[in-house]
C-alpha cells in the first residue's frame, strides 16, 4: 500500500483549523486554545448540577449553606472572571471533597467541612475552585486532551499499530498527569491570592493542606472513597508551596492575619454548631433492615442481608447476587394508586401486567408486573403503589436475568412492610450532630472524649481537630465533638413540592 502523504503534524493543524478556537484566559492574560466554548461550560455545569443534585444530594440547611455562599461571594467578587455566576453549596458526602463546574458551581462537602478549623482553611478550599473556574481550566484540559490525544491516535494509525493498550497510570507515561498537577498549582495560586485580597488569612490552604495530609494517613491501606485528596493531591510539595506562598502574601500586605488562629478556629466552631455528621434524619435513617422516614411518616423493612442505599431520589437495596434489587421512590403527591400507576405508565411507555387492587394493612395500594429496561439491561419487575397521606409511593422489586418467581416471596414482603411510623420508632431516631467542649485544665484528648460522650473514634477526633490524643490539653482549649441527638421531626403539613430527583 503506499504511504499516506498526510503526516501527522499536517493532520493536526486541519483538525486544529477547523475545530479550535483561541480566547485569552483571564486569570493569566494570556491567549490559549480552547476546544469547549463559554456556551459548553453553561450548558455541562446545569447538566452535572441537576446530576449532583439527584445522585449525591444537597444538604437541606439553610443557614449552613447562606454562611458557605457568603464566604464564597467574598472571595468570588475578587476573582480574575466575572462573566460567570458563582454559586456555593453543600453536597452530602462524608469524605472531605470540593470540586468546581466550569460555569462556576462550586461544591464543598459536609465531611470538609467538619476537617477545616477556621473559616480561613475553607476560604482557601473555596477560592481554590474558584481559581479552576477562573483559569477555564475544564476547557484548557478538554482541548489538550482533545490535540495530545489525536495526534497520539494520528500518530498510531499512520505508523500502522492497531494495538488497543490501556495508557500507563504512571506520572512519566501519562501525558495528562503533569497538565492536571500544574492546573492544581495555579488553582491554588490563584485561591490563596484572591483570599488575601479577601482579607483572609493566607496561612489556611497550608493548613487545611495538612489537615488533609492527617486525614488521608489515617485511611491509608482501605478501600477510600473519592475524597479531595483524590483529584486535589495533598503532596508535601503542594503543602510547602502553599506555605511559602502564605508568606508571601503576608508580607506583602504587611503582616499576617488580623484576627488570631484561635478566634477565627472559635468563630469557626459556632458557625458549624449542630451540622450533622452524616447524611441527616430528615431524609431518613436505616436502623439494621428497617427505613424510618420520620418526616413523610412511614417504615418499611427492605430484606435482611441486602445492600441498602438511601440516595436522594430513591432508597434501595440490592441482592447479595448483584442480580435483584428493590427501591423505594416517592412518584407524586395524590390519594389513588390506580391512577398514579396508569400515569407512570404512560410517562414510561411501559405494559403492566396482571394489575390487581389490594391494601396494605389500612393503606390502598395497586400491584403490577413489568419488564423494565434500565442501564443495565431489562429487569423482570414487580411494582406496587401504596398511598399514604395524599402522597402515593413506588415500591418495586426486579430481578435481572431469570424469572421472577425467584425473589417474588422477597419483593412483596419487602412491599407489604410498608405502613405509618409509630411514634415509637419517632422517638428511637437519633442523629450525630458537630458539638464542641472546652477542655478542663490539664485534660487530655482522650478524657475531653470520655467525658463529653464523644461518639468520633480517638484518632478521627484527633485528626479532625489537629491536635495529639495523648498530650494535655490547653485549659478552655475548644475540641470539635460528634454526639448523638434525638431527631426531632418537622411539625405535620400538607404535603411539599415533590422533588424533581424524586419524582422521576
Not at 466550569?102 to 467541612?113: A, D, E, N
Not at 488569612?201 to 491509608?220: E, V
Not at 492575619?257 to 452524616?278: E, H, N, Q
Request: aromatic share 6%; charged share 20%; with cysteine.
Amino acid at each position: 500500500m503506499p504511504a499516506n502523504p498526510l503526516r501527522p503534524a499536517s493532520a493536526l493543524l486541519l483538525v486544529l483549523a477547523l475545530g479550535c478556537t483561541s480566547s485569552v484566559n483571564p486569570a493569566t492574560g494570556r491567549r490559549e486554545v480552547v476546544l469547549m466554548s463559554a456556551e459548553d461550560e453553561q450548558r455541562i455545569d446545569l447538566e452535572a448540577t441537576q446530576e449532583i443534585e439527584a445522585t449525591v444530594g444537597l444538604a437541606a440547611d439553610p443557614t449552613l449553606n447562606r454562611y458557605v455562599e457568603s464566604v464564597g461571594r467574598s472571595l468570588a467578587a475578587h476573582s480574575p472572571r466575572q462573566d460567570v455566576n458563582y454559586t456555593f453549596q453543600i453536597v452530602e458526602m462524608d469524605e472531605p471533597n470540593a470540586f468546581a463546574l466550569p460555569g462556576g458551581h462550586i461544591f464543598v462537602s459536609r465531611g470538609l467541612l467538619l476537617l477545616a478549623n477556621s473559616e480561613g482553611e475553607l476560604a482557601h478550599v473555596l477560592g481554590h475552585e474558584i481559581g479552576h473556574v477562573a483559569a477555564r481550566h475544564a476547557a484548557k484540559l478538554d482541548a489538550h486532551m482533545k490535540t495530545l490525544g489525536i495526534a497520539t491516535l494520528l500518530g498510531d494509525l499512520l505508523s500502522g499499530s492497531s494495538e488497543d493498550t490501556a495508557p500507563s497510570e504512571t506520572a512519566g507515561a501519562n501525558p495528562f498527569a503533569r497538565y492536571a498537577r500544574d492546573q492544581e498549582r495555579q488553582a491554588d495560586s490563584i485561591g490563596q491570592q484572591i483570599a488575601t485580597q479577601s482579607g483572609v488569612d493566607p496561612s489556611g490552604m497550608a493548613r487545611f493542606l495538612t489537615a488533609l495530609d492527617n486525614y488521608t494517613k489515617l485511611n491509608q491501606g482501605f478501600s477510600m472513597p473519592q475524597t479531595y485528596s483524590s483529584t486535589h493531591p495533598a503532596t508535601r510539595e503542594r503543602m510547602a508551596e502553599a506555605a511559602s506562598l502564605a508568606q508571601t502574601e503576608a508580607w506583602k500586605n504587611g503582616g499576617g492575619a488580623a484576627v488570631p488562629y484561635a478566634d477565627a478556629r472559635d468563630a469557626y466552631l459556632d458557625k458549624i454548631d449542630g451540622m450533622t455528621v452524616s447524611r441527616p434524619a430528615s431524609e431518613g435513617v436505616f436502623v439494621e433492615d428497617r427505613f424510618f422516614h420520620a418526616d413523610l411518616g412511614f417504615s418499611l423493612r427492605f430484606p435482611f442481608g441486602w445492600e441498602t442505599s438511601n440516595e436522594p431520589a430513591r432508597v434501595m437495596a440490592i441482592a447479595p447476587k448483584r442480580d435483584g434489587v428493590v427501591l423505594l421512590e416517592l412518584q407524586g403527591t395524590g390519594s389513588d394508586p390506580i391512577a398514579a400507576a396508569r400515569e407512570f405508565a404512560e410517562q414510561e411507555a411501559l405494559p403492566l401486567e396482571h394489575g390487581t387492587a389490594l391494601r396494605i394493612g389500612e393503606l390502598p395500594a395497586f400491584r403490577a408486573l413489568a419488564i423494565v429496561p434500565t442501564a443495565f439491561g431489562a429487569l423482570n419487575a414487580e411494582i406496587t403503589w401504596i398511598a399514604l397521606d395524599n402522597r402515593v409511593y413506588r415500591l418495586l422489586g426486579g430481578l435481572r436475568g431469570g424469572q421472577i418467581s425467584k425473589y417474588q416471596g422477597i419483593f412483596r414482603k419487602f412491599a407489604q412492610s410498608f405502613r405509618r411510623i409509630t411514634p415509637e420508632e419517632i422517638a428511637s431516631i437519633e442523629e450525630l450532630r458537630v458539638r464542641s467542649a472546652r477542655a478542663l485544665p490539664g485534660e487530655t484528648l482522650t478524657e475531653l472524649s470520655s467525658r463529653t460522650h464523644n461518639e468520633w473514634d480517638l484518632t478521627f477526633t484527633s485528626v479532625a481537630n489537629g491536635v495529639f490524643a495523648h498530650e494535655a490539653l490547653a485549659p478552655g482549649q475548644r475540641i470539635k465533638i460528634a454526639v448523638k441527638e434525638r431527631y426531632q421531626p418537622a411539625p405535620a403539613t400538607s404535603p411539599a413540592p415533590i422533588p424533581p430527583a424524586a419524582a422521576r
